[in-house]
């Protein structure tokens, strides 16, 4: 009978401690998963940026902190922050990088001549406008 | 009650393991984090030296530039992104010309 009692109270234990493992394990693999994802997007949101940037012929006078406008390959591209989203628009077409709440900020300085520095969550880079005409 | 005790002893020690995985899990992430910011503001301060003229060209905190010819500057960026980690080293060329 005692056996069984033992058997019985170290079964729960391992049990209990295994769910507890597993649980923290998921909790973990949860969390570190969604913080990679939106560090991938928001690096594929900078990357796009900066080199539409750099491969631009011109920076539009209209542009502002909210709006980036740019001449590229005979088009006019802009982007803004637009419903909590990363949007990027041509004369043609119009495409969101981003979903609501992957990205909290996006806006743009403008230092120098053909020099633009954006500003995306806590993340600041910047590119330079090579083509500029 | 000694195997319980046993039992228990176990569980901590592998449960604490496994904490220590996870904690360090998250870490890595934060350090990735805080390299991709690093990084980028590498970029941007080689960005704005590409956008300086030839003229106003100077050396700065993480930024040195040393004379390779008349019209070739060879910059050497340093940024110490963590205390304890190896800085980002970035070596390159900036050309008087456009």
């Known amino acids: 009978m005692i056996e069984i009692i033992v058997a019985l109270t170290l079964s729960a234990l391992v049990l209990t401690a295994g769910t507890f493992m597993l649980s923290n394990y998921l909790r973990t693999f949860k969390k570190l998963s969604v913080a990679i994802e939106r560090n991938q997007i928001k690096q594929f949101v900078l990357n796009k940026v900066t080199s539409d940037i750099i491969f631009a012929e011109g920076i539009n006078k209209s542009s502002g902190p909210d709006l980036l406008i740019l001449y590229l390959k005979g088009d006019t591209l802009r982007y803004d922050y637009f419903n909590q989203k990363v949007r990027r628009r041509t004369n043609k077409s119009t495409a969101y990088l981003s979903e609501p709440g992957e990205i909290n900020s996006l806006s743009f300085t403008y230092p120098q001549p053909g020099l633009v520095l954006i500003a995306l969550n806590a993340n600041k880079t910047g590119a330079y406008c090579r083509n500029e005409k | ?98």
């Open chain 2, 1 to 98: 009650m000694i195997e319980v005790l046993l039992t228990l002893a176990i569980l901590v020690i592998i449960g604490g393991a496994f904490l220590f995985f996870f904690k360090t899990g998250l870490n890595a992430q934060a350090d990735a984090d805080e390299f991709f910011q690093a990084l980028n503001a590498c970029r941007m301060a080689l960005e704005e030296l590409r956008a300086t003229p030839w003229s106003q060209l100077r050396s700065s905190a993480h930024i040195t530039l040393t004379p390779v010819t008349y019209d070739l500057y060879q910059v050497q960026l340093r940024y110490n992104w963590h205390p304890g980690r190896k800085p980002i080293e970035i070596l390159t060329l900036r050309s008087k010309y456009q």
